[in-house]
C-alpha cells in the first residue's frame, strides 16, 4: 500500500507514469537494503535490481488500477522464494514441504543471500512475470 498506493499514485500525479515507475521502484530497492542487510549481497547491485522488481509490482498497479494483483505478486513471490522452494537457501532453513536445500548454482545467476532478485533467474522471472502482466491486462482491456 504504501510504494503503490501513496508513492507511486502521488509521484504519477506530480510527473508522470515513467518517473513514478522508475523512483518508487528505486526508493523500493533502497529500502529492501535496509530491512534485509543481507551478508553476501552488495548493495549497489541490490538496489537496481530490487528496484526491477518494484517496478514490475508498480506496473502491475497502474495496469489493472486495484492493489489487489501487486499485493498478491509480492506475496507469492515471497512465499514461494523462501517458504516453499527456499531459494536462497538459508542454512539449516527447512521449507514448509520439509525440503532442506542448498545453492548449487553460481552467484550471477542464482542471486545471494537475499534471494534470487539479485541474480539472473530473478530478472528472467520478472521478465516472464511482466509479460504475464501484459497478457492479463491485454485481455481485459479487448473485453471491455
Known amino acids: 500500500m504504501i510504494f503503490r498506493g501513496f508513492l507511486f ?3 504519477k500525479e506530480a510527473w508522470d507514469s515513467t518517473g513514478a515507475l522508475l523512483v518508487s521502484g528505486i526508493i523500493f530497492g533502497g529500502m529492501h537494503v535496509l530491512a534485509n542487510a543481507a551478508a553476501g549481497t552488495n548493495w549497489t547491485q ?11 509490482l508498480a506496473w502491475a498497479y497502474m495496469c489493472t488500477g486495484n492493489l489487489w494483483l501487486p499485493t498478491g505478486l509480492h506475496f507469492a513471490w515471497n512465499f514461494f522464494q523462501d ?5 536462497n537457501a538459508k542454512a ?18 542464482a542471486g545471494s543471500s537475499f534471494g ?13 512475470t511482466l509479460l504475464g502482466i501484459w497478457l492479463y491486462t491485454r485481455d481485459q482491456k479487448a473485453a471491455a
Open 83 to 87: 517458504d516453499v522452494f527456499n531459494l
Open 116 to 128: 534470487i532478485e539479485v541474480g539472473a533467474a530473478g530478472v528472467l522471472a520478472v521478465l516472464i
Open 9 to 11: 499514485t502521488g509521484l
Open 46 to 56: 541490490l538496489i537496481p535490481m530490487v528496484a526491477l522488481v518494484g517496478i514490475m
Open 92 to 109: 539449516g532453513s527447512e521449507t514448509l514441504v520439509g525440503f532442506q536445500t542448498t545453492l548449487n548454482a553460481p552467484g550471477w545467476f
